[in-house]
């Protein structure tokens, strides 16, 4: 037993040597050769490359580090507190006629009904939904050349009357002619969604006393070119003021020929 440890040694050694040595290789591979040459094709010197290899920088040696050259969007900056409730709860619907009368009556018509199909109808909407889309237009989060330079005249209590009064306006009857019988896909979507692809049911928000949050529009009786076009707007990002992205994620993943089943529902007076 004595004379078998000297002769063990040699081979501990060289076993040692062997696997420090791999491990040097794989460093000097992993961490140094082959970034360099990976750095080289994606425009990168090569103290950067070994830099993103090791985890000190950011980003991926193989390749250039993405640039987002879209410009800065605010999210909405709506909170429903106490105060902004009572400003609310203490509008004054004479003061928003008259404001009406004054800035919104050529787009948006007296009693809230548009005559242009590209602008919203407002009658019957509730004094919350109005309010934050005119403060988002006001504060940036929505974006429009004509709203966005109304909006920013006006403080929180003339944004109040306006959403009191366009919410008292009655809503139109649905024409009977334009009740036809709607497409079974379409109301699946909007009754039960579509789990399969993540797509919650429209009416658990859309549909008048569903619960949804305090600032979800009514959709029943809207113009048709109005929500194709918004949906458009939320499926390419390009409108950011809906809250958590709910509508971003959910028209990102609706067809075409659903955006458009969709509005004519809601265009019909459907609830």
Known sequence: MADSKP????????????VVGILLVGVLLGMIFIPVVQGRSAGLDAFTAI???????PGSPAQPQPFDRAPPSPVSQVTWT???????????????RAKVMELCVACH????????PVNPHLNGQSGAAIYKQLYDYRTGSRVNPLMSGIAKGLDESVIADLAAYYAGQPKRNPNPTTLADPNPAIVRLIELGDPNRGLPPCASCHRPGSGGPIETPILAEQGQEYLVRQLQLYAMGERRNDVYARMRTIAARLTPAEINGLAAYYRAGFR
């Open 7 to 18: 002769l063990d040694q040699p081979w501990r050694i060289w076993a040692s040597i062997v």
């Open 109 to 116: 018509g007296e009693h809230g009904i548009s005559a242009d």
């Open 82 to 96: 106490p105060q902004i409730l009572q400003v609310l709860a203490n509008a004054n619907t004479e003061r928003g």
């Open 51 to 57: 830099c993103r290899a090791i985890g000190i920088l």
